[in-house]
């Protein structure tokens, strides 16, 4: 009888190719940098280890490296289970044979477990944490923003109309319809995700920004969307200083005017801007790296469950791209 985990005669051939996919060398950095022992200790005491009736339940560790993959190429229940089957290295990374690939229920059970229990944040504090023990925080100072996801605006579906809990919002000349994640990113090099929270469209940056602070920085970087900052009640008797860039008409006017004291306020207003980029470099990871454009699911607490994990698998990749640049790890 075939063992758990062992490779049908297709997953050995696979095994002997000579040129490594950009899939499969993907998936091995995930395997590196995942902090597997940490975030397993979290889920084992909710995940039943055995059924009551029926077959045996599917390994914790093989479920979680399911919901990962799952994450990370942005999958449905139904296309997981598909990739499954059809992607040899995704069933090596999950260490599964083609007989042993789970249904797509067994996958959203899984899911439902971690949003059930509230596991998406102490699985992200978990996966900081090690990052922290690595130097790679320095909580001097944080860079706010938020950024639109769009929501199927269709009403074409069982219930007939859209998303309750998203919103429409407009930005410039544009309405957009759908949620909005907000996160907070240390102003340090590697530039990685310390707090993160997701609401509905309409929900202004500014009211959000108190709870993107770790309590320990002494600044804080934002765009034009957060003027006003430092009058807010929420940020009373906070020694944080508020380096906020002007809204740009406010600019051209400022530098049409010319003079020293417009070129300081111009070089200023350059100066918060390229500090300000490592947030929109985050931003880039999660929806070109990551897919995560639109929603998957409706509702914001399934969504914000996603997107707290993704911001997690986001700084793993930050932080080893960082660590590489400055020569820490091999290339």
């Not at 007989?99 to 899984?110: A, G």
């Not at 005017?257 to 990871?285: M, N, P, T, W």
Request: aromatic letters at 6%; a positive charge.
């Amino acid at each position: 009888m075939k063992k758990t985990g062992q490779m049908s005669f297709s997953d050995a051939e696979m095994s002997l190719k000579k040129k490594q996919t950009r899939r499969e060398q993907f998936l091995s950095q995930l395997d590196t940098l995942v902090p597997w022992s940490d975030l397993l200790a979290l889920i084992a005491p909710h995940y039943a280890t055995s059924g009551r009736r029926g077959r045996q339940p599917i390994g914790l560790t093989v479920m979680l490296r399911i919901h990962l993959v799952q994450l990370a190429y942005n999958y449905s229940d139904p296309a997981m289970e598909d990739a499954l089957i059809e992607v040899t290295s995704i069933r090596q990374f999950c260490r599964i044979g083609i007989d042993e690939v789970p249904d797509e229920t067994t996958i959203l059970n899984f899911r439902h477990l971690l949003e059930h229990h509230g596991l998406a944040r102490p699985l992200f504090d978990a996966i900081n944490a090690r990052l922290a023990q690595r130097g790679l925080f320095l909580k001097t100072g944080t860079i706010v923003d938020a950024s639109l996801i769009a929501a199927p605006s269709s009403t074409k579906n069982t219930e007939g109309k859209r998303d309750e809990a998203m919103h429409q919002s407009k930005k410039g000349n544009q309405y957009y319809f759908g949620g909005k994640v907000h996160i907070g990113v240390d102003e340090g090099p590697a530039g990685l995700v310390h707090t993160v929270d997701f609401t509905a469209g309409n929900v202004a940056d500014i009211t959000q920004t108190h709870q993107l602070l770790h309590g320990a920085e002494d600044h804080l970087i934002g765009d034009a969307g957060y003027i006003g900052l430092e009058k807010r009640s929420e940020m009373q008797g906070k020694a944080i200083t508020c380096l906020i860039s002007p809204r740009p008409g406010t600019l051209r006017k400022l530098t049409a005017l010319g003079g020293e004291v417009a070129e300081l306020y111009q070089a200023i207003c350059h100066q918060i801007a390229s500090r300000r980029a490592k947030v929109e470099h985050v931003f880039r990871d999660l929806k070109i790296r990551f897919g995560y454009s639109k929603v998957r699911y409706r509702g914001i607490a399934k969504n914000k469950a996603r997107f707290i994990l993704l911001a997690g698998l986001s700084n793993l990749f930050r932080a080893r791209n960082y660590e590489r640049r400055q020569g820490m790890i091999a290339s």
